[in-house]
C-alpha cells in the first residue's frame, strides 16, 4: 500500500519568511496529492491540492510542486503570516474512492 | 450548514465500557471513512465506506465495529474500551477525491 513521508516534523520561521514542507510517496500509481492545514482543536481543512498531470500549482501565498519521476511534492508558503502557524499534512492516494494516506505532519510556527 | 458532523465532540468513559460516535454528510458523497487521530496528531485511516459497504479495514481491532444504515451515515461503535483507544476520532466524506472532515470526536478512557 501507499506510504507517505513528511519534513520536517517542526519548522519555525520568521514572520514575512518562506516556509517549505517537503513529502515523498511510494505507489507510483498515486495521482492525486492534497495538502491539508490543521489549526489546534479544528478538523484538517484542504488548502491545496494537485494532480498527477500538473507539475506545480499556485494560490496565493501558497504553491505545492510535484515530480512524479522522483514520488515527491511540496509545499511553499511565501510571506509568512502568524496565521499560518498550524500543523500541515500532505496525502497522496489515487483518484476513485481510496482512503487519503496522511504524512506524518509538519508543524508549523511562524514568529512575529 | 455543516458538511460533515459527528457527535460527540468530546466523550470521557471509564475502561471496558462501550460507546459510539455518529456521523452524517450531507454532501451527496458516496465514500465515508474513519480516521484515528493519536497524540503525535498522525491520521491514520481505520475504516473505508462506499454506499454502505466496508471497502477497506485497516487492521482495527475488532472492538471497533462500524455501521453505515445509508450512504450519508457512518457510525462507529467501540466495545470494551481501552486506555490506548484514546485519541481524536474525524469521519470524512469523499467523491473521488478531496476529503472533508468532521469536527471530530476527542474520546477519553479513563
Redesign the interface.
Known amino acids: 500500500g501507499e506510504n507517505v513521508e513528511q519534513h520536517p516534523s517542526t519548522l519555525s520561521v520568521q514572520e514575512g519568511d518562506s516556509a517549505v514542507i517537503k513529502c515523498t510517496y511510494s505507489d507510483s500509481a498515486s495521482n492525486?496529492f492534497?495538502w491539508y492545514k490543521?489549526e489546534l482543536g479544528?478538523?484538517?481543512?484542504?488548502i491545496i491540492?494537485i494532480r498527477s498531470n500538473v507539475g506545480e500549482k499556485k494560490d496565493q501565498r501558497i504553491a505545492v510542486t510535484l515530480n512524479k519521476t522522483a514520488k515527491h511534492f511540496s509545499l511553499h508558503i511565501t510571506e509568512t503570516q502568524p496565521e499560518d502557524s498550524a500543523?500541515y499534512?500532505c496525502a497522496a492516494?489515487y483518484?476513485?474512492?481510496?482512503?487519503?494516506?496522511?504524512g506524518?505532519?509538519t508543524?508549523l510556527s511562524v514568529i512575529a | 450548514d455543516t458538511a460533515v458532523s459527528q457527535t460527540p465532540k468530546y466523550l470521557v468513559t471509564q475502561m471496558g465500557n462501550d460507546k459510539s460516535i455518529k456521523c452524517e454528510q450531507n454532501l451527496g458523497h458516496d465514500t465515508m471513512y474513519w480516521y484515528k487521530q493519536d497524540s503525535k496528531k498522525f491520521l491514520k485511516i481505520m475504516f473505508s465506506y462506499n454506499n454502505k459497504e466496508l471497502i477497506i479495514n485497516e487492521t482495527v481491532p475488532n472492538r471497533f465495529s462500524p455501521k453505515s444504515p445509508d450512504k450519508a451515515h457512518l457510525n462507529l461503535h467501540i466495545n470494551s474500551l481501552e486506555l490506548g483507544d484514546s485519541a481524536v476520532y474525524f469521519c470524512a466524506s469523499s467523491q473521488n477525491t478531496e476529503a472533508f472532515f468532521g469536527q471530530g470526536t476527542r474520546l477519553t478512557v479513563v
Open positions: 492525486y492534497p490543521q479544528k478538523r484538517p481543512q484542504l491540492d500543523v499534512f492516494t483518484s476513485g474512492n481510496t482512503p487519503l494516506v496522511f506524518k505532519g508543524r
